[in-house]
């Protein structure tokens, strides 16, 4: 069954670490994006990708970088970890290149910056 | 930019009521896709149900909705809660010639069901 995983699923880091979220898919989709949830604010875009070798800016980028090397796979880096970036987060892969596309979510990952 | 309002954070009702989830939008396009994903306790979001068609309603899994580009809303409702329906819902806007087909999230409604 096609899915999508992450990895780590629980991370605790310090202040000014740096911290790699790693997400894989075997869907065979061309569009992935990183999410954060936070209670309040819902599901917030952070990056996303067309494909291998791709990565756009999503809706809240700073203090994130995203890196897509493969169609399968699409990391998270955070190079100075904050507390503000404390929360859960989400990959996901999109099975259309167009705006009626389903999203299919990962397990999510709980990062915690001390 | 686009935005989505979920104007309730957190709604309880008990077993058997109806239920209503407000969800209102912005966005300067003229074909909007609206999606409602459920996540329940320690899972991940899902897809619910979505509609890209003006006054047509669209039903899953007892869940509808109704796409109202007039009133720019696409509340959820269901006829009669059940416990297992207690979860988080989104709402989230794309656009029909959105490349990358990215979603615009409201905040969430929690939905609690009681007996």
């Known amino acids: 069954e096609a899915a999508v995983t992450q990895s780590p699923r629980n991370k605790v880091a310090v202040t000014g670490g740096k911290v790699t979220l790693s997400c894989n898919q075997t869907?065979?989709?061309?569009?992935m994006y990183w999410y954060r949830q936070d209670t309040g604010h819902g599901l917030r875009l952070i990056h996303y990708?067309?494909?291998?070798?791709?990565?756009e800016k999503g809706d809240i980028p700073d203090g994130y970088k995203a890196s897509r090397p493969s169609q399968e796979n699409f990391s998270l880096i955070l190079e100075l970890a904050t507390p503000s970036q404390t929360s859960v987060y989400f990959c996901?892969?999109?099975?259309?290149?167009?705006?009626?596309?389903?999203?299919?979510f990962g397990p999510g990952t709980r990062l915690t910056v001390l | 930019g686009d935005s989505v309002t979920q104007t309730e954070g957190l709604v309880t009702l008990t077993e058997g009521l109806p239920v209503m989830l407000n969800c209102t939008y912005q966005?300067?396009?003229?074909?909007?896709?609206l999606f409602w994903y459920v996540q329940h306790l320690n899972e991940s979001p899902r897809l619910l149900l979505k509609s890209f068609t003006d006054n047509k309603r669209t039903e899953h899994q007892g869940f509808h909705a109704t796409l109202h580009k007039s009133s720019s809303s696409f509340h959820l409702q269901k006829s009669s809660a059940q416990l297992s329906d207690s979860a988080l819902y989104y709402c989230?806007?794309?656009?029909?010639?959105?490349?990358?087909?990215?979603?615009?999230f409201g905040g969430g409604t929690r939905l609690t069901v009681r007996p």
């Open positions: 996901a892969s999109g099975d259309g290149d167009w705006g009626d596309a389903e999203q299919f």
């Open positions: 966005t300067i396009y003229s074909n909007p896709f």
């Open positions: 869907n065979n989709h061309n569009n």
């Open positions: 989230a806007l794309s656009d029909r010639n959105n490349a990358g087909a990215k979603l615009t």
């Open positions: 990708s067309y494909g291998a070798g791709s990565t």
